[in-house]
């Protein structure tokens, strides 16, 4: 059995949050009444007064200023949503069958599963490096 991590670092997470507000000129209360995430939470992220936050707050930001997110390490990048998402192929059936279990999962067992995906990924990534230095 292994535990997912859905905690994240909010050093990043600051940074992040700080580039939105200097973009797109939101106040810390304006951005915590758009996200739906308290106010109380997103000045303790900025003021680095918590050290993680859970990824459902990254995603209603995100999801509240037109944004995805990417977690690559510690880091959080944030980044303006295409206007338009253009798919060239339609998802084949096992493919379609994982996005149907994924979309009936709570927002919380999305989040494990995201989590779990992204550590086999580092995993697989960390084993490739280890064979090609041998």
Do not use: W
């Not at 997912?4 to 304006?30: A, C, F, H, Q, W």
């Not at 493919?95 to 580092?122: G, P, Y």
């Amino acid at each position: 059995m292994f535990t997912v991590m859905n905690n994240i670092s909010t050093e990043y997470l600051r940074n992040g949050i700080l580039e939105i507000i200097n973009k797109e000129g939101y106040s810390p209360d304006e951005l915590s009444n758009i996200s739906g995430v308290s106010n109380v939470t997103i000045y303790k992220i900025l003021n680095l007064k918590t050290k993680f936050t859970q990824r459902a707050i990254i995603r209603k930001i995100a999801n509240a200023t037109n944004r995805e997110f990417v977690i690559s390490g510690d880091k959080v990048i944030f980044r303006k949503k295409e206007t338009e998402q253009v798919l060239d192929d339609k998802p084949n059936k096992n493919e379609q069958k994982l996005l149907d279990i994924f979309r009936a999962a709570s927002e919380e067992e999305q989040d494990e599963l995201l989590s779990f995906l992204e550590n086999a990924c580092k995993l697989i990534e960390r084993g490739r490096q280890k064979r090609n230095n041998e």
